[in-house]
């Protein structure tokens, strides 16, 4: 993060990807150790996110091939397959 100006109570930073953000300036440190923790959460939770959403991807993939056999059962005459047994 680098400072780019401070207004009071408020700073404004910007990311190594150059976005600007406004914030309270006292969630702003310089404690390396909270920095470097607070990127590794970062970096969890981008992982956890990028799970979930694999995850529900692949559900959506499942019910549309489910809902697909379900269709060309129907066309065919076939029972579905949850009243078979």
């Known amino acids: 993060m680098t400072l780019i100006k401070r207004d009071g109570a408020s700073v404004e ?3 190594q990807e150059h976005r600007v953000f406004q914030m309270d300036a006292s969630l702003v440190t310089n404690d390396i150790d909270l920095a470097i923790a607070a990127a590794r959460d970062t970096a969890i939770q981008r992982g956890v996110e990028t799970h979930i959403a694999e995850e529900i991807r692949r559900h959506d993939q499942q019910e549309n091939y489910a809902a697909r056999v379900e269709e ?3 066309i065919k005459g076939n029972k579905p397959l949850a009243s078979r047994g």
């Open 13 to 15: 930073v910007a990311d």
């Open 72 to 74: 060309q059962n129907r």
